[in-house]
């Protein structure tokens, strides 16, 4: 997981009225409160410190000026990212009240222009997020700027603990097991941005987020760009009425028929015993469209969830015996972010990397149930979540149209669970399978064109060769595994009554499908 803690995975607590907070915490007893501030210190790193410094003067920003605090719910909301996230660098120059900008209240807060100029040359993807708290007590959708001034939680990677800057500029400390139930926004670096200033994400061709005193922001993968990708377009109901008749037919005259061939010698050159020659055709491609994490529900979760900063299962927490209770870190990040490398060996011995991104909430991944935890010396009460079943999260994500003649008979995918953005390029080489059976046809109905001659391999022999491809590799992801997928597999491979079953394709710690869609 991206060094941080995940948002709504596995925390949930219980909304209290707000003056019985208040009256809650009054009655907090002051030992707690000291020594919880003196544990503060301990927390922090040089470069946490600037994101605290920067909290600081950001809460008493957002304690004089109504009009801050509407600019961040209001560009929240927009979820430019496909999150309630909103990238500071945008909004810096953005004009409050009294005709100063968001950066000129920041300063006078802070006291330095040269402490925030360190700020944000450290820290180019500073982030305000404002996290969907559950059973109502905060979100970006019920903020009432009139009302509410919200704390500033610092995200850390040195821990899994929360400090907290209060409205008073007091800080205290919640602990990972814990979720606040009174309003709160969380200072965090954007695991979905990159700025040009950094040598490696000079060729980035993503979209353009923002251009600030010369320095480019873009999206790590334009799947998060939400104006190019609605959340809806990343849903697949899977049913035998959403199967593109062409894959029922190629099921029904291979398989269903019990002939020997392929399924996508028909799907991509409409081969059939009757006419065992055809063109490519580029109507269909090869569509991830559906993804589940494998194994343990547990064991899967502390797998995409191990690094510092992630939420962690408590260890039989309320007397639980699996000891599948997640804490609440949860609530100062975004979904999981999912990266997926297709590895596609060409014919010239040179193969490409084909990148592909998605996002999932820990609720797409994970079924789980509430459990009401103990009141903290804080005067809440929490909701613990725990872990009961894995889901399937269906997926359209297109990856390249499979053209025999061009590239191998086997494709490797591998997905790695997202936490940096730095990576390293790697050079991989691979034994893999070409089909020769092509020609240009001289004369008849397909005069001119190249031509696959025959089903499956053909008269011809397959053609081993050995393919070198870079594949780009990100120390700190969760590595989740690879699959190979061959051109020969069988799309569809049986039937439930009037359901039809399509192949997946099994890492260990997730499963897959991988399907030809049309896509003209």
Sequence with gaps: ???????????????LAFSSCDNQNE???????????????????????????????????????????DLIKSESLKMFDNDYDVLYQTIKDEKLENNITVRQSLIKNLGSEALLNQIEINNPTLTIFVPELPENSFSAEIWDTQTQIPAVAIRLTTSNDVP?????????IIEAKYTPAFPVIVLKNNERIVSNNISNNKNIKTSLVSRVNGVEYKFLDD??????????????????????????????????S?????????????????TPKGPFKYDFQETITSFSLQGNPTAAYNTIADQTGDPTLGEKALGNSTGNILSGGSWTGGNFEFKIRTIVNGKNGIGSEIIKYFTATGNDLFDCTFIRG??????????????????NVNLNIPIFNWDLDQYASTIKIDIEEVDLTETTILTESRSVEFASNFSVEASGSFFGE???????????????????????????????????????DNV?????????????????????????????
């Design 223 to 256: 799947c998060f760009d939400k104006s190019k990708n609605s959340k809806n377009g990343f849903l697949r109901t899977v049913s035998s009425a959403v199967l593109d008749p062409k894959v029922i037919t190629a099921y029904n005259t291979y398989t269903g």
């Design 374 to 391: 103990e009141r903290t010396g804080f005067g809440h009460y929490f909701y613990y979540r725990q872990i009961n079943s894995l889901k």
């Design 258 to 274: 019990n002939v020997d061939g392929w399924q996508r010698d028909y799907i991509y050159y409409n081969i059939t015993p009757g």
């Design 27 to 69: 009655n907090v007893d002051p030992t707690t409160k000291e020594k919880n501030e003196l544990t503060v210190e301990k927390l922090y790193d040089a470069d946490s410190n600037l994101k605290r410094e920067f909290g600081k003067a950001l809460v008493k920003s957002l304690n004089e000026s109504k009009a801050l605090r």
């Design 450 to 488: 190249l031509v696959k001659v025959g089903l499956k391999y053909g008269t011809s022999q397959k053609v081993v060769k050995t393919s070198t491809v870079q594949r780009t590799f990100t120390q700190g992801n969760d590595m989740l595994g690879d699959v190979i997928v061959n051109f020969a």
């Design 1 to 15: 997981m991206n060094r941080s803690f995940k948002l709504s995975l596995f925390s949930f607590f219980y909304l």
């Design 492 to 520: 569809i491979i049986g039937t439930t009554g009037t359901a039809y079953t399509t192949r997946q394709y099994n890492s260990g710690l997730y499963s897959i499908s991988v399907e030809p869609t049309r896509v003209q």
């Design 164 to 172: 907290v800057i209060n409205q008073d500029g007091s800080e205290e």
